[in-house]
């Protein structure tokens, strides 16, 4: 199975429920097939990192210009937004860019910001771009971040 695998970062928490909430794709022509992907630990939690691992197969390698943004919608409202460079990311869990093809799974971590809205449900939506244009991948959940110290500690 061939898979190039970027990318993390979600803001979210599902107030006590410990399974990662089902993504869904969001892009019309990826260069990945997604086939695998979910969030540790669940709930999220606001200002502590949380690790997505992504699994899944590709035909095109992730390379030095990728980016990963990150959009969350409150009631059609953009309420939290974040953009990252894919291949430091990728680089810190083993991964440096170009990630080949050949990669089946990664898992990438990143700080949920401070500005995470708590407590209500975000449409969360999570694109890497490669570095040519192209979408790498999109994908889509409700998700809910929480403060709360006994979910946080």
Do not use: E
């Not at 210009?65 to 409150?74: H, K, N, P, S």
């Not at 898992?107 to 771009?129: F, H």
């Not at 991948?137 to 709360?148: E, H, I, L, W």
Request: hydrophobic share 45%; glycine share 6%.
């Amino acid at each position: 199975m061939k898979f190039i695998a970027a990318f993390v970062a979600l803001v979210a928490a599902s107030v006590v429920s410990a399974q990662s909430p089902a993504f869904t794709n969001c892009a019309a022509a990826p260069q990945m097939t997604v086939t695998g992907f979910s969030v540790a630990p669940y709930p999220l939690c606001i200002n502590k990192n949380v690790c997505a691992t992504v699994v899944g197969t590709s035909t095109t390698p992730i390379d030095g210009d990728a980016t990963l943004a990150i959009a969350g919608r409150y009631l059609g409202r953009l309420v939290y937004s974040d953009s990252k460079d894919l291949c430091p990311l990728l680089a810190a869990s083993g991964h440096p860019c170009p990630v080949p093809i050949t990669t089946t799974s990664v898992t990438a971590c990143i700080l949920v910001k401070p500005s995470a809205p708590p407590n209500i449900g975000v449409a969360l939506t999570i694109t890497a771009t490669n570095g040519d244009g192209g979408i790498i991948f999109c994908q889509s959940a409700t998700v809910t971040a929480s403060n709360d110290p006994t979910i946080c500690p």
